[in-house]
């Protein structure tokens, strides 16, 4: 992966939990994403901008509006931009079946692939009970997540000074807490039996802000993961081929070696 040259052009480039309008937010590492990496269709798997958290104080800083900017100026070059809402932007499902600035907003989306394979784009919210039944306890869950994204932003920046790539606190622990692991094989196989019922080849989600790429009970599962914690992407290749970018991973490796993606171009 990472001596993949760049700038790359896919047949469809897949984003979620971006999280724009919160202080976790990894908005330079996104664009740096964008700048090196074109598709004919892009999809914005939900939670792109964090309503939730703008509602209680607002947080927009010029990078955030960059990134806005840069995917609305794809969209004038000529990609297709889908937007498929998730919780945390849950005010764009009042506009569904609408465009503004060029951009297509709906709720759930067949994708076919290149090679003529059907699937499902969704966020995923859907199919988390705490979001659908307890709500309280879904703000409580996301005081407690901004909490721990906090500490993460000091620990990277002590990590940085000692000359170790980005590293992810939350994600650690969440995958080393025994009901969160549960969870998440549990919200693995209910988006599966979903694209199975709509007899779709597979399902592309986000929502949990873990990025994976597997079959699931016979259906192709694939979560796009975020850009708070991971800063991973999933893309379609030409060929039909799926693969999860790991940015913050790439970004280290041009970093260790001393070059950057414009250096390898250029070489």
């Given at each position: 992966m990472h001596t993949q040259m760049f700038p790359r052009h896919v047949h469809a480039l897949f984003i979620s939990d971006v999280h724009l309008g919160t202080r976790g937010c990894q908005a330079e590492m996104l664009l740096e994403f964008l700048r090196w990496h074109d598709a004919e269709t892009i999809y914005?798997?939900?939670?792109?901008?964090d309503g939730w958290r703008l509602k209680r104080s607002w947080y927009w800083p010029q990078a955030h509006n960059d990134v806005a900017q840069k995917l609305m100026r794809k969209g004038r070059k000529g990609a297709r931009i889908v937007y498929v809402p998730g919780n945390h932007d849950e005010f764009l499902r009042n506009y569904l079946g609408t465009h503004f600035g060029g951009i297509e907003v709906v709720n759930s989306i067949i994708h076919e692939t290149a090679d003529h394979r059907r699937m499902l784009v969704l966020h995923g919210d859907q199919f988390d009970v705490v979001v659908r039944h307890a709500r309280w306890l879904a703000f409580l869950g996301d005081w407690a997540y901004e909490t721990a994204l906090g500490v993460n932003?000091?620990?990277?920046?002590?990590?940085?000074?000692?000359?170790?790539?980005?590293?992810?606190?939350?994600?650690?622990a969440k995958l080393k807490v025994k009901d969160a692991?549960?969870?998440?094989g549990a919200f693995e196989d209910a988006l599966s039996r979903e694209a199975e019922r709509v007899e779709a080849d597979g399902v592309i989600c986000g929502h949990i802000h873990h990025a994976a790429l597997r079959e699931q009970n016979g259906i192709r599962?694939?979560?796009?993961?975020?850009w708070v914690e991971s800063c991973t992407a999933l893309?379609?290749?030409?060929?039909?081929?799926?693969e999860i970018i790991r940015w913050a991973e790439v970004a280290a490796a041009y970093a260790d070696a001393g070059t950057a993606p414009a250096a390898k171009v250029a070489a």
């Open positions: 914005l798997v939900g939670d792109i901008v932003t000091y620990v990277n920046l002590i990590r940085r000074k000692l000359g170790f790539s980005y590293w992810s606190l939350s994600a650690w692991v549960n969870f998440i599962y694939m979560n796009c993961g975020d893309v379609e290749n030409h060929d039909g081929r799926f």
